[in-house]
């Protein structure tokens, strides 16, 4: 039979600190996880733009979401696309307040990947 050992209070202090320490740690890693062009872009832009950047998921057929192979779009400055980023343009949203500035520049250069 196992004899129940009590803890101090300070163990106790410790080991609930340290799960919430865990749980915030769970909670706030998806947020920072998204650092690169990539997860960014999978994570915001790919619904309508599609894996390949052709526009031609369903959401982006009916939104009629570009293809970043356009033309238009290749030679488009990365300000312009910073631009439509932050700001939305035609049916996409603006992510201004949602993204930071960093964040829109790594999708921004992780799009440029798909041309």
Same mark, same amino acid.
């Given at each position: 039979?196992?004899?129940?050992?009590?803890?101090?209070?300070?163990?106790?202090?410790?080991?609930?600190? %340290?799960?919430?320490?865990?749980? !915030? $740690? &769970?909670?706030?890693? @998806? =947020?920072?996880?998204?650092?690169?062009? #990539?997860?960014?872009?999978?994570?915001?832009?790919?619904?309508?733009?599609?894996?390949?950047?052709?526009?031609?998921?369903? %959401?982006?057929?009916?939104?009629? !979401? $570009? &293809?970043?192979?356009? @033309? =238009?779009?290749?030679?488009?400055?990365? #300000?312009?696309?910073?631009?439509?980023?932050?700001?939305?343009?035609?049916?996409?949203?603006?992510?201004?307040?949602?993204?930071?500035?960093?964040?829109?520049?790594? $999708?921004?250069?992780?799009?440029?990947?798909?041309?």
């Amino acid at each position: 039979m196992a004899i129940p050992v009590q803890r101090s209070n300070s163990v106790k202090f410790k080991l609930r600190y %340290a799960a919430i320490c865990c749980l !915030a $740690a &769970s909670i706030v890693t @998806p =947020a920072f996880a998204q650092n690169s062009g #990539a997860d960014i872009y999978k994570a915001k832009c790919a619904m309508c733009h599609g894996a390949d950047g052709l526009g031609t998921t369903p %959401a982006g057929k009916a939104l009629k !979401a $570009a &293809s970043f192979k356009d @033309p =238009a779009i290749v030679k488009a400055p990365d #300000a312009e696309l910073i631009a439509a980023v932050k700001n939305g343009k035609n049916k996409m949203p603006a992510y201004t307040g949602k993204l930071t500035d960093d964040q829109i520049k790594s $999708a921004v250069a992780y799009i440029r990947t798909l041309q």
